[in-house]
């Protein structure tokens, strides 16, 4: 829906989901300076136009309307300097795909990025970017093998634990073909692992 919107306007979509559709309950425009706002609802499913939503479910606030939320994850123009200044810090350069990315959206994007790609987790970044590599490798994204790959190097990752990587995805995706392709009992594929756990826990004990 996004992509016949003309690229001159700025639209911001807010979507609610209810027990039987998918609504948009807000569309923002602003064109020439202008702002405007639909405030009715639409299916997407069927083109209906629905009553107006209850004011709670209405657009959240941006920044700087009546009403905005003091800690609201908008960017703000202010403050965008600030975030690419901190692009530039962590990562030598802000790339064009961040560069790209609309000012509203910038702060909570780089955060995002920066705690779970860059920041220490609960996976030592190693192992989270040879996660990647695998999980790409199915995808066929050229962009994120390549991001992975070389971010698993710049964790200390192996030449060898990079192809690892790879030879498990390939060999986990060929099982999953054949255990669906055949069409496998699920319970009793269920129930054979517990018992297949439980007695490796057990040896090992």
């Known amino acids: 829906m996004i992509g016949i919107i003309d ?98 959206l910038l702060g909570p994007e780089w955060e995002i990025f920066k705690r779970i790609e860059l920041g220490e987790t609960l996976i030592p970044n190693k192992y989270k970017e040879l996660i990647g590599v695998g999980l790409h490798a199915e995808t066929k994204c050229r962009y994120c093998s390549l991001f992975h790959t070389e971010a698993a190097k710049l964790f200390g990752a192996t030449d060898e634990e990079v192809q690892e990587a790879v030879h498990y995805a390939k060999a986990s995706l060929g099982w999953s073909a ?3 392709g055949m069409q ?13 756990t439980a007695y490796v826990r057990a040896k090992a004990a």
Request: charged share 25%; hydrophobic share 35%; net charge negative.
């Open 7 to 104: 690229s001159a306007i700025s639209s911001r979509f807010f979507q609610l989901v209810n027990e039987s559709s998918l609504t948009v309950t807000g569309l923002s425009f602003e064109l020439g300076g202008a702002h405007m706002l639909t405030p009715r609802s639409f299916d997407l499913s069927s083109g209906t136009r629905l009553p107006n939503p209850p004011r709670s479910v209405r657009r959240p606030r941006l920044v700087g309307e009546p009403g905005f939320e003091k800690g609201s994850v908008m960017t703000t123009t202010a403050n965008r300097a600030e975030i690419e200044a901190d692009i530039k810090e962590t990562l030598g350069l802000v790339p064009h795909f961040f560069s790209s990315i609309p000012t509203e």
């Open 184 to 196: 496998e009992d699920y319970d009793q594929f269920a129930k054979e692992l517990d018992q297949v």
């Open 178 to 180: 054949y255990i669906n």
